[in-house]
């Protein structure tokens, strides 16, 4: 007995001798740990026992041997998975994610080590960190993940209505993963709203379900919700859940988010960001899946998550183009050209409807813009806006130019038209300071569309003409 504790000392300092001697001969950041086995298949106390030079820089004076990593680094409970599979089940594992922080991209590789003890195992973790996307390192996945991004990409890259492609590669991803849900859910930060793009179902909730917290479908996550998950998954690719110690962990450092999810009985769940650059456009998720699936489903979030982040931002790119191209910056109103594709669709139109055109020019705004500069005559020109929204639908008006309106009514009788225009006109005659000259003609849909207009421009130069009598001194 005496002989064996005398040993054990050895036999320890001998183990860090030969784990310090492994490390040191590796010319890239290296590290043995030790991983503690903690409940349920989880990591307990994860302990850096030795390190190699490259290492140790990277932390300066606050490393130490079998210093805990979480005081060196913020806890990551995917890196804790991972040293658990390796230290104490004995999994090679290879990670390659990037870090949001930085974006900072990084190569973990963890190899496990014999251990004699059953409640402590080791492994070798090698990193290599890089600031660009390698490409060929992401594609070193299972041959039926690769399949199943490979169909996918071939999918999204259709040219029917985006919307119902990636509806189809979720279809994919609920039939791999066996999950309950898988969900696209975007961030609209300049309306605050959050938006549920696409999402797929196992099966179909009754149209009469209420969960107890009312958010019938699940389609209500608010948009401040939302936005507490950049924070809640802070430097890590993805959240990852698969055991109750880890949605305890989600209740403690969110809790309206995972009380959000109770309702609905999630236990597990896999949510990556959808990013353009390093900014979140919104998120994949899906909960409730085979726990058994995780790495590959770990894998297939990351990948999917490129290519679906890639089209949804392009589509609202595009999106966003168009509405410029047909948006009147300063006052919101349709412009030039929505107001020409707009006469193109309607003089095309088999059934020849019937239509009213308004011609309205300000009145003053170079006054305006000489006198008291250029800022007071955009407001004068958002103000007159605001006052047609009253009276006109918001599709129906357009700003040509300048000081130019143009209102094409449709849909509605000529009575109505005219209607309108008589409000239109005992408006502006209350109000002191916006005047429009204003030209009208109705097409009972025998007349062309040009020919609308230049009628309708002649008569709003007969009205200009009265308006420059009566006020000389506007005329510049």
Sequence with gaps: MGENKSLCPATEENKHLAFQSMV???AKPCAILSVEKGPNETAGVIRIVCANREYKDSFGDRYHDNIPYDELVPKVLRFENSCYRCAIQHQQIHNYTQTQADGVWTDQQLIPLYSDREDLGYCQFILELSETL???????VSIRTASAVLRSAITLLGTDDLKDRVGRVLSDILELSESFSVRVLLVDHENKRAINYCDRLAIEIPEDFVPPDGNKNGDRISYDLLCSWEGTIGDNMMLTITTKEEMDELARRNPAWAA???????TTLVLIPLRHDREIIGYLYFCNFNPDKIEELRELAELMSFFLGTEIYNEILLERLN?????DALTGLNNRNAMIQRSKLLSQSP?????GIINLDLNGLKTVNDDLG?????????????ILKKYFYLGDLYRT???EFIVIATGISREAFDRKVQRLRQATEKESKVSFAIGTFWSDGTTDINTAFRQADETMYEDKKAYYAAHPEQRR
């Design 401 to 403: 130019g300048g000081d």
């Design 24 to 26: 040191d001969l590796l």
């Design 351 to 355: 059934e020849h409807p019937p239509f």
């Design 374 to 386: 250029h800022d007071a005559g955009d407001q004068l020109l958002i103000t007159a806006a605001e």
């Design 323 to 327: 509405e410029m191209s047909h948006t």
């Design 260 to 266: 959000s999810m109770r309702p609905y009985g999630v």
């Design 134 to 140: 390698d490409r060929n390192r992401m594609s070193a």
